[in-house]
Structures are given as structure tokens and as C-alpha cells.
């Protein structure tokens, strides 16, 4: 069955260092979202992006975060200058439709910043 | 803005119960709704998807409702077993939007 697979799935940053997390979405899917999970809260969006546009970003995705889709099969989402409080778990979620589609997700990469 | 609410926030049963999860939001201009089930330190598994225009799906023992004028919506669970036992999230798509808000889940333990 597809799925949506992200690396790494646990990555360890010291605080204002970069990040990249990658994600696989399904391989026919053309809707693509990251959300993020502060530990014991609600999930929260990011980003969608469609047609390699952002489709709709949350104030939370500021200018210290930017998506790509590089080539065709990865969506990676790049956080330039990591705090404190960029640690979550952060979960990339394709569609093949936008209405119509079912929300498909990966298992998380869980982002520690010390 | 859409708000999500999960009432309750935890459910504890016996194995074998019927039990209903419920769902609202305040903005009933919407998409559609999905439902999500959450294993401790786990992404989010799709459960079922329900258009704006329907009112309900069935997957199996789960059954989902949607009443958009109320701005509500309710997942059954038929015959729980202790493999149910997970977090359990809705979210919307809201009209004129492109993205999906979560609500704040409900915890469900089925005991053995």
C-alpha cells in the first residue's frame, strides 16, 4: 500500500543550526501539508503547498521556515535558524485531490533543539 | 477563524461497548471533515473522509456522521476491542481555505 515516508525520523539540533526534514509523499498525490505536534498538544498546521506554490502558510511558518519540492518526488521543509521551540514532531501529509482527497500521513520526524 | 472541539478528552470502557466520539466546529461552511486515529508516538492513520455533501461513512465497525448546519459530527465505534485504544482526531477543511484543523483529539482506552 503507498505511503507517505519521511527521514530522519529523529533528528537532534543544537539551537540555531538548520534543519532539513524530507518527505516522500504518495506518487500521485499533488496536494502536499506539513503539520507539527508540540508534545501533549494539538496538531498543528504549517503549510500546503500545490503546483509548487505555498498554497496557505499559519503564523507560525515565518520567515525562518521554507518548503521545496526539488524534484518531483520530495516536499522538504527547512527551518534556517533552529530555537527551543521548534521542538515538535513534525508530520509531512499528501492528497491526491483537494476537496475529494483523503489526507494521508507520514509517521513523524521527531525535531529535538538543545 | 475554525475551532474544533473533541468532547470527551479521555473514555475509559470495558471491552465489547458501543461508544460514540463526538466532534463540533464553529464554522459549518466547510469542505469536508476526516477522521484520524493516533498510537502513542505515531502519525496519523485516516479513518474515514466525509464530503461536505454526505452524511455519513462506514469503514468496517466505524461509523461517521456530519450534521454541517450544526456544525457537528460523530464517530461510532461498534463492539471496542483493547486494539481500539488510541487517540482519535477530527479535522475540518474549511471553505476558502487550504488547510485542515485538528481538533484537540479524544483519548480512548478499551480495557480487556
Known amino acids: 500500500e503507498p505511503e507517505v515516508t519521511q527521514t530522519p525520523s529523529h533528528q537532534v539540533t543544537q539551537m540555531g543550526q538548520e534543519v532539513i526534514l524530507r518527505c516522500v509523499p504518495i506518487?500521485?498525490?499533488?496536494?502536499f501539508y506539513w503539520y507539527r505536534q508540540i508534545l501533549g498538544q494539538k496538531v498543528e498546521f504549517l503549510v500546503s503547498?500545490?503546483?509548487?506554490?505555498?498554497?496557505?502558510k499559519s503564523e507560525i511558518f515565518d520567515d525562518q521556515f521554507s518548503v521545496e519540492r526539488p524534484d518531483g518526488s520530495n516536499f522538504t521543509l527547512k527551518i534556517r535558524s533552529t530555537k527551543l521551540e521548534d521542538s515538535a514532531m513534525y508530520f509531512c501529509?499528501?492528497?491526491?485531490?483537494?476537496?475529494?482527497?483523503?489526507?494521508?500521513f507520514g509517521e513523524g520526524s521527531r525535531l529535538t533543539v538543545l | 477563524k475554525q475551532e474544533v472541539t473533541q468532547i470527551p478528552a479521555a473514555l475509559s470502557v470495558p471491552e465489547g461497548e458501543n461508544l460514540v466520539l463526538n466532534c463540533s466546529f464553529t464554522?459549518?461552511?466547510?469542505?469536508?471533515l476526516q477522521w484520524f486515529r493516533q498510537d502513542p508516538g505515531k502519525g496519523l492513520t485516516s479513518l474515514l473522509l466525509?464530503?461536505?455533501?454526505?452524511r455519513e461513512q462506514t469503514s468496517g465497525r466505524l461509523n461517521a456522521s456530519l450534521d454541517k448546519s450544526s456544525g457537528r459530527s460523530t464517530l461510532y465505534i461498534a463492539a471496542s476491542q483493547p486494539g481500539d485504544s488510541a487517540t482519535y482526531l477530527c479535522?475540518?477543511?474549511?471553505?476558502?481555505?487550504?488547510?485542515?484543523?485538528f481538533g484537540t483529539g479524544t483519548r480512548l482506552k478499551v480495557l480487556a
Open positions: 503547498f500545490y503546483n509548487n506554490e505555498i498554497s496557505e
Open positions: 479535522a475540518v477543511l474549511t471553505s476558502g481555505t487550504y488547510k485542515y484543523i
Open positions: 466525509i464530503q461536505s455533501s454526505q
Open positions: 464554522d459549518s461552511a466547510i469542505y469536508n
Open positions: 501529509a499528501s492528497s491526491e485531490g483537494f476537496v475529494t482527497g483523503e489526507l494521508f
Open positions: 506518487s500521485n498525490h499533488l496536494y
